[in-house]
């Protein structure tokens, strides 16, 4: 065949190729659905902090936003904004901005109001984000406005009036003009930045060593294992046998020390983690019995979802996690 024909024949393979991927764009599948938008409303949330839009309906007083703080806010950040622990300072900070080290709430630093009703909407409370609804978020909204003496105790907020609050640090941001024809610095430069200080120095994040209401890194002692098993007295049994000694050897003294250092900080009658006056939900491991009357939830909280710790302020590892699963496995022995 000539180098002519060749080519005519490949051309004619290139177009057949062509010609079946636009028929095959026009083909459907058979699976998806149209986005809507009822689809599409869930994850359009968010607010415009300059004019307020995107503020949904609803509205909530400062009174109202109070109770709901104390419910389901107060915990981490104390009872008027004051933060617990480690958890972050929402009030207060006036006239610190230029300190050395500035004190950066909502009212001290945070440039719009409506922006602070998409946060709290958003991502609040902390292990339950997108459950309030509109009416608590304009409440928590008013509270917080309210410790930080922006609107008064009397203020009932929403999406007209929010839209109208002027925050203290309003003008404090300015429009970054990026110098995008900026050459290296040749001479007279200024001298290399430094690093005096880090997180762990300042005791803003705890070292991996420290011990407290924060918690610590430091593995617990677990109670060595008794002595290995005898071998089992035939092949199927081997395996049944050798689980069931597995947790029978899981005793109450191993647990113990783990729910004492990850647990008790908050379920206690007497708290000693800053920010809870009483035990949350009632729910207290003072005693053997009430660790026990507990086992369900510790292995739905703890071992199985680990959303306890609350953000594993108490550093539980994997391993202590295991441990309780075996011990609830077991019966959930107790002395």
């Known amino acids: 065949m000539s180098k002519s024909r060749s080519f005519a024949a490949l051309v004619a393979i290139v177009v057949l190729i062509a010609a079946g991927a636009v028929a095959d764009a026009g083909q459907r599948y058979g699976f998806g659905k149209p986005v809507t938008q009822s689809h599409i409303a869930p994850w359009d949330i968010d607010v415009n902090g300059l ?156 070292d991996e060593r420290e011990v407290g209401n924060v918690g610590s890194t430091e593995h617990l002692a677990i109670a060595a294992s008794p002595e290995p098993l005898p071998p089992a007295t035939s092949a199927s049994s081997r395996g049944s046998t050798a689980a069931s000694n597995t947790l029978a050897r899981v005793t109450f003294a191993m647990v113990q020390p783990v729910i004492a250092k990850r647990c008790t900080v908050c379920h206690s009658a007497k708290p000693s983690q800053s920010g809870f006056s009483a035990a949350p939900a009632g729910i207290k491991f003072d005693t053997p019995a009430e660790i026990k009357a507990q086992a369900a939830q510790i292995k739905s909280q703890s071992v199985t979802t680990h959303q306890m710790p609350l953000a594993n302020m108490t550093h539980m590892t994997d391993k202590e996690r295991a441990l309780l699963g075996q011990w609830i496995a077991a019966g959930a022995p107790v002395p």
């Open 51 to 206: 004019t307020g839009e995107g503020l949904p309906p609803g509205s909530g007083s400062v009174a109202q936003g109070a109770k709901i703080w104390e419910a389901k806010c107060s915990s981490c950040h104390g009872t008027f904004g004051e933060g617990a622990g480690k958890y972050p300072v929402i009030a207060g900070g006036k006239g610190t901005l230029k300190d050395e080290r500035p004190e950066k709430t909502v009212g001290s630093y945070w440039p719009y109001a409506p922006t602070l009703f998409d946060y709290i909407k958003r991502a609040m409370p902390f292990r339950q984000p997108q459950s309030l609804s509109n009416d608590e978020v304009y409440a928590l909204t008013a509270y917080v406005l309210n410790v930080n003496d922006i609107v008064p105790s009397s203020a009932v907020l929403d999406a007209k009036s929010l839209a109208a609050v002027k925050m203290p640090n309003r003008d404090g941001f300015i429009k970054a003009e990026w110098d995008t024809k900026n050459v290296a610095c040749m001479s007279s430069c200024k001298p290399a930045a430094k690093v005096t200080s880090d997180l762990v120095s300042l005791h803003v994040t705890p």
